[in-house]
């Protein structure tokens, strides 16, 4: 094979003892250097470990290639799958934590012939409950606030149980949410328990399965002498009206 490119090749067959005996090829065709160039990851994504993505490239006039990984600049390549014709394929993504990650696509059948994506970041999903604290009593129909932090998670569902994670009820819609918000407002339900749990389900797209509970809380009706929130005015009527000397007004906490 010649090896300067060209895109107007033709091929000239004659014989050596009378080259007035000759054909040539009906149409020109092309003789090119082969390419490679990854496509995704780009470089500066955040992947949670054991995500499911699909790396993707681009080739040319390469039958086969195969897929490398390396966890850092100083880490041997790893090879992931050989044998792929095809310029995509779903790939694990490793337990490891780095913020140098690479991925290397070679042609098989020249080592020469490589490319490899910019370094991305690999970390353990982790979702942390901040509210409801533990022990904390909510009042039944009370509207509040479950709040979370996370890392490594890009879509939640949130759920409750009022018996202690025997049965599940989602909160919200079943379309999952943006992690990032870190809160949802939460009408509390109409039932007393003392053993309330919060459940926060990691749904990224192709995510390791991954959820963390809160800790155990109270719904009531009636919360604690001490807690501040407990303090509930009630209007009275006072007769007769307007009063006539001193009035004594008399309350007990119950």
Do not use: C
């Not at 959820?211 to 009636?222: A, C, H, K, M």
């Amino acid at each position: 094979t010649p090896a300067a490119p060209s895109k107007e090749m033709l091929v000239r067959i004659y014989s050596t003892s009378d080259q007035s005996v000759a054909d040539t090829s009906m149409a020109v065709f092309e003789i090119g250097a082969p390419t490679l160039a990854v496509t995704y990851p780009a470089g500066g994504e955040r992947f949670s470990q054991q995500r499911k993505i699909t790396l993707t490239w681009n080739k040319s006039l390469i039958e086969s290639v195969a897929i490398d990984f390396r966890a850092n600049n100083g880490a041997e390549w790893q090879t992931q799958q050989t044998g792929l014709t095809s310029t995509n394929y779903e790939w694990t993504v490793p337990t490891v934590t780095t913020s140098e990650a690479m991925i290397r696509v070679r042609d098989e059948s020249n080592n020469q012939v490589i490319a490899q994506s910019q370094p991305f970041v690999i970390g353990a999903a982790i979702i942390n409950v901040m509210e409801p604290t533990p022990g904390v009593e909510w009042l039944i129909n009370s509207s509040k606030t479950i709040r979370w932090n996370s890392d490594f998670v890009e879509k939640v569902n949130l759920y409750y149980s009022l018996n202690d994670g025997v049965d599940w009820t989602r909160i919200g819609s079943p379309v999952p949410i943006d992690a990032a918000s870190g809160s949802l407002q939460w009408t509390v339900p109409n039932a007393h328990t003392t053993t309330a749990v919060i459940r926060i389900v990691n749904r990224t797209t192709s995510a390791a399965e991954y959820e963390v509970l809160s800790p155990r809380f109270t719904i009531t009706n009636v919360l604690s002498v001490g807690d501040e929130s407990a303090i509930v005015a009630s209007a009275f009527s006072l007769v007769p009206q307007p009063a006539n000397e001193q009035v004594t007004i008399h309350y007990a906490l119950q």
